[in-house]
């Protein structure tokens, strides 16, 4: 896979550069849970509104401190994944300020839980930066959590840094997507199952926004490649009964299973998956949403040998990861592992402190202005932000679950990959986005 692909320019409202939005709605399941993140982000093109870009801010910059939030699910289902996101978020904002903060003033960072809610998600952001005043959010994990935050950071003109993979078709000048879009890790992970020569794919996933989405994705790629899918499955946030399920995927026969669940319903699928016989050897199945705080959840022994698709694991051999595993590990403890969403989110502080400082301003209009081509050594790898679409470059890598509960490195891409979310560099995909 090329490591560079082309992208669409942002329009710019004429101030300082800034990119007005170009985010492309999406045709979403019918469940509740999306139906609350599309209620909120189905009001046409904000960006440009005069109300959004007269929107006026109240971070307060005259201290010696600048506020930030840190908004992840504490509780409800999606807390097995988002509580290590933020105990990241924290560990690089107590690093920056031990190295003298962001222009001179020390990060305070005001934690909010969404619950695994995206009505929550929304109402925590609206405090955020109405009530608390911060500077820029981080945080979110499923689609549907970022796309009912989206709205309220546009049109209150303020920055979201969203941390986790998704399923691409989006830009917004007031998001910064730190983890990987569609073509930095489903379309790797389609190519490394064809390349070990998979013929036909079951797929399996959580009910919202994402899973729906990338799975539209999976069946254009399938199509083009000569792939069949076999059978395609959703079950809600949160399900743990995964009986019937497990028995059409055993029934099917299918080469591989692509996991889109999000969650603890993993540990009650692979629990399932495992009890019903299935191994990695005879029908393997790649995830896009497993880490390694996941596996200990799961199991070990309902997982080793099944693949995952990401752009960081906690083995990665670099010596900036060195330095973050050891750093984590001295702050939270000898046994908690690393992984991607968190790495991610962690590089994100950092990029938005260098975006500040190269900027030199906290002022949102500023920062939009100076993303572009702004880099972090990050524990990945160099990471660098796209300004046309506010996204990262992104190394992808295949990995392998380990007896010890790791990820093992069995393939990675030639270098950086440029994001390419509406991709446009795919012919199959053409039609996608819906326009």
């Known amino acids: 896979m090329a490591p560079s692909r082309r992208h669409r320019k942002l329009p710019t409202n004429g101030t300082k550069g800034v990119p007005m939005?170009?985010?492309?709605?999406?045709?979403a399941a019918p469940t509740a849970l999306v139906a609350i993140g599309l209620l909120l982000t189905a009001c046409g093109s904000r960006a440009g509104d005069e109300a959004a870009a007269s929107a006026e801010s109240c971070v307060d910059t005259s201290g010696d401190t600048i506020k930030v939030g840190s908004l992840n699910s504490l509780s409800g289902t999606m807390a097995i994944s988002e509580v290590t996101v933020r105990d990241s978020i924290r560990l690089a904002v107590e690093e920056i300020n031990a190295d003298g903060g962001v222009l001179g003033k020390q990060i305070q960072v005001v934690g909010e839980d969404g619950a695994s809610d995206p009505a929550t998600f929304?109402?925590?952001?609206?405090?955020?930066?109405?009530?608390?005043?911060?500077?820029?959010?981080?945080?979110?994990?499923?689609?549907?959590s970022r796309k009912a935050m989206?709205?309220?950071?546009?049109?209150?003109?303020?920055?979201?840094?969203?941390?986790?993979?998704?399923?691409?078709l989006e830009a917004s000048p007031n998001i910064f997507y730190s983890g990987a879009t569609t073509n930095q890790?489903?379309?790797?992970?389609l190519d490394y199952l064809k390349e070990q020569g998979t013929e036909s794919l079951y797929l399996v996933g959580s009910d919202y926004v994402f899973p729906r989405t990338a799975n539209s994705v999976i069946k254009a790629y399938a199509e083009a490649?000569?792939?069949?899918?076999?059978?395609?499955?959703?079950?809600?946030?949160?399900s743990t009964d995964f009986s019937t399920i497990v028995n059409k995927v055993r029934t099917a026969g299918a080469d591989a299973v692509f996991n889109t669940l999000n969650g603890d319903s993993n540990v009650a699928f692979f629990r399932e998956y495992s009890n019903a016989g299935l191994t990695a050897e005879a029908m393997p199945v790649v995830?896009?949403?497993?880490?390694?705080e996941e596996v200990g959840g799961i199991g070990v022994q309902n997982i080793?040998?099944?693949?995952?698709?990401?752009?960081?694991?906690?083995?990665?051999?670099t010596p900036e990861n060195q330095a973050f595993v050891a750093a984590y590990k001295e702050r939270y403890g000898d046994n908690k592992p690393t992984s991607d969403p968190m790495e991610a989110a962690y590089t994100s502080v950092y990029l938005w402190k260098e975006t500040v400082e190269q900027a030199e301003s906290f002022d949102v209009a500023d920062v939009q202005a100076a993303a572009g081509g702004v880099s972090f050594a990050?524990?990945?790898?160099?990471?660098?932000?796209?300004?046309?679409?506010?996204?990262?470059?992104?190394?992808?890598?295949?990995?392998?679950?380990?007896?010890d509960g790791l990820i093992d490195t069995v393939w990675e891409s030639d270098g950086p990959i440029d994001p390419d979310p509406y991709l446009e560099s795919y012919d199959w995909a053409d039609g996608l986005s819906g326009n």
């Open 21 to 27: 939005r170009l985010s492309r709605r999406m045709v």
């Open 122 to 144: 929304a109402e925590k952001a609206e405090k955020l930066i109405r009530q608390d005043c911060v500077a820029a959010v981080f945080g979110g994990w499923t689609s549907a």
């Open 150 to 168: 989206l709205p309220v950071f546009e049109d209150n003109n303020s920055l979201l840094y969203y941390p986790v993979q998704y399923e691409g």
């Open 185 to 189: 890790q489903i379309v790797p992970a």
């Open 225 to 238: 490649n000569d792939i069949e899918i076999l059978g395609e499955d959703y079950t809600p946030l949160g």
């Open 287 to 292: 995830s896009v949403s497993i880490a390694e």
């Open 304 to 317: 080793e040998g099944q693949l995952t698709a990401w752009n960081y694991y906690q083995t990665v051999d």
């Open 378 to 403: 990050a524990p990945e790898g160099t990471v660098t932000i796209n300004g046309d679409n506010n996204h990262i470059t992104k190394t992808s890598r295949i990995g392998v679950i380990n007896g």
